[in-house]
């Protein structure tokens, strides 16, 4: 009996379809993070040859060295320290396009879903269309509207706003934070959307006949609600923005705005520093292990409280 299950069907054959269907996404986590990781830790482990000055990973976890990692720390606290401004840039960086991302995309997907009735789909998909084009194209699109003599700056002195154009484009901090807006914005209201989506309108209705008003019904009842699709949808936004260099290499590229991805991207490009490279972004992974695993356990103590 111990070979059967209790609905009378064999273990086996359910265990073999079970493994059949993980198994390609197995071999693409195998593909395209175990093996990359690995490669990233061998790298940070090794050291650079001094003849050719290319580096050379220690494929041998007992030959890893701490060097890069220490060679990373003394540019956080040592002497000619410059990664703890660029660390705190990107966090305030992150932080106001965030919060600026949360009050654009929250109002969005709250009409969306509560008010677009049976047009939904038709408004949801007019709101992401302008991001199925590239991300470069898009950020090559607002260069050209944010020049000397771009769009921006043309209406900006028609409405009087400005007695001259704006140099948006000189290394400008609001440029980049707006750049990281735009970018990252449609994830947030896809997943606010799926999450006020499945609310249920009868609880909505029901503090509405308990006598609350539609402010106090929002605060009381859908706003609780939507508590984690805010903190899921944060976390796929802000863990990206993070990482960025691409924003601030093109809607900037001054050294007064570079983030901590611009480091990383410099220093992976230069093959005498790409061990440590590869160690401060490791370090930055392991940094964003913590939210990453905040999430996980808020997550599991909101479907134990629902349970």
Do not use: C
Request: without cysteine.
């Amino acid at each position: 009996m111990s070979r059967f299950t209790r609905s009378g069907g064999p273990k086996a054959p359910r265990r073999i379809l079970w493994a059949g269907l993980s198994t390609p996404a197995m071999l693409w986590l195998l593909a395209l993070f175990i093996v990359p990781f690995f490669v990233a830790l061998a790298v940070a482990g090794g050291s650079i040859n001094q003849i050719i000055g290319t580096p050379q990973p220690a494929w041998n976890p007992l030959d890893w060295s701490g060097a890069a990692y220490r060679a990373v720390f003394h540019e956080f606290t040592g002497t000619g320290a410059f990664l703890g401004p660029e660390v705190l840039r990107t966090l305030e960086y992150v932080a106001i396009a965030a919060v600026l991302s949360l009050l654009i995309g929250y109002p969005a997907a709250y009409f969306v879903s509560r008010f677009a009735g049976k047009k939904k789909g038709l408004l949801l998909g007019l709101l992401l269309a302008p991001f199925w084009v590239s991300y470069m194209m898009r950020m090559l699109a607002w260069i050209d509207l944010l020049q000397t003599d771009g769009y921006v700056n043309r209406l900006l002195v028609d409405l009087h706003l400005v007695s001259h154009p704006v140099v948006w484009l000189g290394g400008k901090a609001t440029t980049v934070i707006l750049g990281l807006v735009y970018g990252y914005i449609p994830y947030l209201i896809l997943v606010l959307f799926a999450g006020l989506d499945r609310i249920d309108p009868h609880l909505i209705e029901a503090g509405r006949d308990l006598g609350l008003s539609r402010v106090r019904t929002f605060t009381k009842v859908t706003l609780p609600l939507s508590r984690q699709a805010i903190l899921t949808g944060l976390l796929v936004t802000v863990l990206p923005m993070l990482g960025d260099y691409f924003t601030n290499q093109m809607l900037s590229g001054a050294t007064n705005t570079a983030m901590i991805g611009n480091t990383i991207e410099q220093q992976l490009s230069s093959t005498q520093l790409q061990t440590q490279g590869a160690s401060l972004s490791l370090m930055m992974l392991g940094v964003l292990v913590i939210p990453m695993l905040y999430y996980v356990i808020a997550t599991n103590r909101a479907s134990q409280a629902n349970a």
